[in-house]
């Protein structure tokens, strides 16, 4: 009951913002800005481990987006793959003798830079393996803008993706230290030259739950949470911060996953206890198309490894959880995921083995629990309902009628098997953190071109 209240009342917040966001997103004029002198400088940095399938096609949308002034920065993670040898054939690149450094953030060794003339926005780092977040930090070093933005490489930002983004932030420069981009899954639409061409909505079924999953948690949930200044995560796929500050908290933190989240929770911590007024925007109509997995072993990896990276990063800062000098995050947002988050799927498990132990023991009706299961049923399923709803008011990027009924269908179906799925991978990804299991698990890219054929 008590995580359905906050469910709801996060959604609330959502609605009660989607009138402002439709607005922003309809009428405001995003292509006068993006010729614009004003708007901010953007160093955009896009960490590639193994990416040689996808990384051209990431650099091609990234070289053609309506933006005035930035710069694409592709770090090369030490990869085993061809990521380095592709893109330096696909843009002439050749090795920078003296790159010029403007971080001092320590990161693995970095073995070249690579640039060509003909593309003067374009950098590569050549570095040694040392994760996302070392090579998120070695970008830094390199960036020359005061606005950065992290990407990564099975991504595919909307032309105008980076300039309604940077609109958020020229509102309120001052105060705003990070704004995150809604992430939708890129599975089953047309992808042409960097470019989504045709949405539709996935054919295989795990990146189809995940479709609705993140239309729940970036519609449903992070615009909420954003709407209270509680926002606890800016996705990894797609996010804009102020570089001063990410500097000022030590950057991207290495050694294990979860990096996106920590990033978050170290610039409230340091705003908070410098008494710093800030904001952790999100911004919904900045759209990052992104691959989803699509299989079991792929998907079940990556939520361990985010099971994993969540329990450390509320282990690391638990001195926040219910702390007044902490605000809405420590009142509200971190106890939140410590309670709902890090520990729900041992809620969730205990219960049905109590069910179980109440059925066979003929402590309970059938019918009781069969009203239990309704009422639980009904109000996970209107929460999705809900970011559906918001989907079709606000943005409408599925124009089929068919599609709205495969997610009103599949938003049904995740009870029955996905959902408890997931609370097993984050119990699993809980046991591997005891067991100090940092890998970041078999994950396997498929070309865009894929992509075209399957849609």
Excluded at 15 to 21: A, L, Q, T, V
Excluded at 185 to 208: D, F, H, T, Y
Excluded at 254 to 270: A, S
């Amino acid at each position: 009951m008590i995580v359905n209240i906050i469910y709801f009342a996060i959604i609330l917040f959502s609605f009660r913002d989607i009138g402002k966001i439709f607005r922003r997103a309809s009428f405001s004029r995003y292509n006068t800005l993006s010729g614009s002198e004003l708007a901010p400088p953007v160093s955009l940095l896009v960490p590639s481990y193994n990416e040689e399938l996808t990384i051209i096609e990431n650099v091609r949308c990234l070289m053609t987006l309506n933006y005035p002034t930035y710069e694409v920065i592709v770090i090369n993670d030490g990869s085993s793959d061809a990521t380095l040898e592709v893109l330096i054939k696909e843009y002439g690149l050749k090795r920078i003798s003296n790159p010029q450094f403007n971080g001092t953030m320590t990161t693995k060794k970095i073995r070249g830079v690579y640039y060509n003339e003909q593309y003067p926005h374009l950098f590569v780092i050549d570095k040694e393996n040392g994760g996302k977040a070392d090579s998120l930090n070695a970008g830094i070093n390199l960036s020359r803008y005061p606005l950065i933005s992290s990407i990564d490489a099975d991504s595919l930002l909307e032309k105008d993706a980076l300039i309604r983004m940077a609109r958020m932030y020229m509102e309120n420069p001052e105060e705003t230290v990070a704004i995150g981009g809604d992430v939708r899954i890129a599975n089953g639409c047309v992808i042409e030259n960097g470019a989504v061409k045709q949405v539709s909505l996935p054919r295989r079924i795990w990146p189809m739950f995940q479709s609705i999953e993140y239309l729940k948690a970036f519609l449903g949930g992070r615009i909420g949470w954003s709407h209270i200044n509680g926002l606890i995560i800016v996705s990894g796929a797609f996010g804009l911060f102020r570089k001063d500050y990410v500097i000022a908290v030590g950057g991207y933190r290495g050694g294990y996953p979860g990096e996106d989240m920590n990033i978050i929770i170290k610039l409230h911590r340091y705003m908070l206890e410098n008494k710093i007024r800030y904001r952790v925007a999100f911004c919904p109509e900045a759209v990052c198309w992104t691959q989803a997995p699509d299989s079991y072993r792929i998907l079940s990896n990556q939520r361990k490894r985010w099971g994993r990276g969540n329990l450390k990063n509320m282990i690391e800062n638990r001195d926040m959880v219910f702390n007044p000098k902490y605000k809405t995050m420590g009142l509200l947002t971190m106890p939140y995921n410590v309670i709902f988050e890090a520990l729900n799927p041992y809620f969730k498990i205990t219960g049905l083995l109590a069910l179980i132990g109440y059925v066979s023991l003929d402590m309970t009706h059938w019918q009781i629990l069969a009203v239990f299961g309704l009422v639980n049923f009904l109000s996970g399923y209107l929460l999705s309902v809900g970011a559906l709803l918001l989907e079709e008011v606000a943005f409408r990027r599925y124009s089929n009628m068919s599609d709205l009924w495969k997610m009103l269908l599949f938003s049904a179906l995740k009870f029955a098997g996905y959902h408890q799925l997931g609370a097993l991978w984050r119990v699993q990804g809980h046991i591997q953190y005891l067991r100090n299991n940092n890998s970041w698990g078999t994950m396997t890219r498929q070309s865009w071109k894929d992509e075209r054929k399957a849609a």
